[in-house]
């Protein structure tokens, strides 16, 4: 079908605005630049986490303590599919391997998500269900609603579930006291006003700029405002997942190590004093020593 109406300028957006108004039209670029990243760097984490569960499990990688019989496939929970959540489960779906099976979504109107049961997407409304079951758990709440999410939520996670907020005005720190939980991570973006509206103006189709060179470059953790954190913080969250499944910090560092190597051509070559002090490394009884498990008191995951 042929839009008539997309080159005449009278029917844009911007038409009828003042000039006060104009001024403001950053903001719809920053919108389009939060949902992109959110997507992107979930995505990105996702497939991070799934690649070094599948290496952990594999045959080879199999010593005396690690548990052969643990399942390698990633079980990723959304809670809330609004705007958020149902952009990050159709970009779940169309640009990772995670089987629609290993998803599943709680929502107060599940009855709304029939395109994605139909696909094998299981959609109830059990956050506490949801919680018990997750690897990942991505908060895709409205700030409103945190407060009973945080209460069902509380005391059902699993200590080893990694929970994802997308729910930007609540602090890591509250959120870890409401949850009472310490395995979390929260984007904390920072976008340079106007000088981002013609690159973020662009992500029309979420699955369409997902595959766009410039935006992938332009969303890229590691030149982005803010962001570095919240790389040290996925470092940390790989590191969790090691030190749970028993792997000793060697193993454990080389693990991590050898993630990064197949996806960059130039990285640094992380260890033990990449994560904790010199003093606390040397502590460790030989390459054989597991790290211990770093939750909120021992890192500002943000």
């Known amino acids: 079908m042929v839009d008539v109406a997309a080159d005449l300028s009278s029917f844009s957006f911007e038409t009828g605005l003042t000039e006060d108004e104009k001024k403001l039209l950053y903001l719809r670029a920053r919108a389009a630049g939060l949902t992109f990243c959110g997507c992107a760097h979930a995505l990105y984490l996702c497939k991070l986490v799934h690649s070094l569960r599948c290496i952990i499990t594999s045959p ?61 997407v299981e959609c109830f409304f059990d956050n506490r269900r949801l919680a018990a079951w997750a690897d990942i758990l991505f908060l ?39 949850l009472g939980h310490n395995f979390i991570l929260k984007p904390q973006y920072g976008f340079m006003g106007v000088d981002t509206a013609d690159v973020w103006l662009s992500c029309t189709d979420l699955s369409m700029a997902l595959k766009d060179p410039l935006l992938i470059e332009a969303s890229c953790p590691l030149t982005m405002s803010g962001i570095l954190n919240w790389v040290c913080a996925v470092l940390y969250s790989l590191l969790n ?53 770093l939750n909120q008191d021992n890192v500002t995951a943000y």
């Open 60 to 120: 080879a990688a199999q010593t005396d303590s690690v548990a052969s019989g643990e399942d390698s496939d990633l079980c990723v929970g959304i809670l809330g599919l609004g705007h958020m959540g149902k952009q990050l489960l159709l970009s779940l779906l169309e640009m990772t391997s995670i089987k629609p099976s290993h998803i599943k979504v709680s929502t107060r109107r599940p009855e709304s998500a029939a395109e994605f049961v139909q696909i094998g």
């Open 140 to 178: 895709c709440s409205l700030p409103s609603h945190l407060p009973k999410v945080c209460a069902d939520l509380h005391s059902h996670l699993s200590k080893h579930c990694l929970v994802y907020s997308f729910t930007s005005a609540v602090p890591v720190t509250r959120l870890a006291e409401l």
């Open 241 to 293: 997942i090691c030190t749970s499944a028993s792997l000793p910090s060697s193993d454990a560092l080389s693990l991590i190590n050898s993630l990064f190597k197949e996806k960059w051509t130039h990285t640094v070559q992380l260890n033990a004093q990449s994560f904790i002090s010199s003093s606390f490394a040397s502590s460790l009884r030989g390459e054989d020593a597991a790290f211990v498990y």
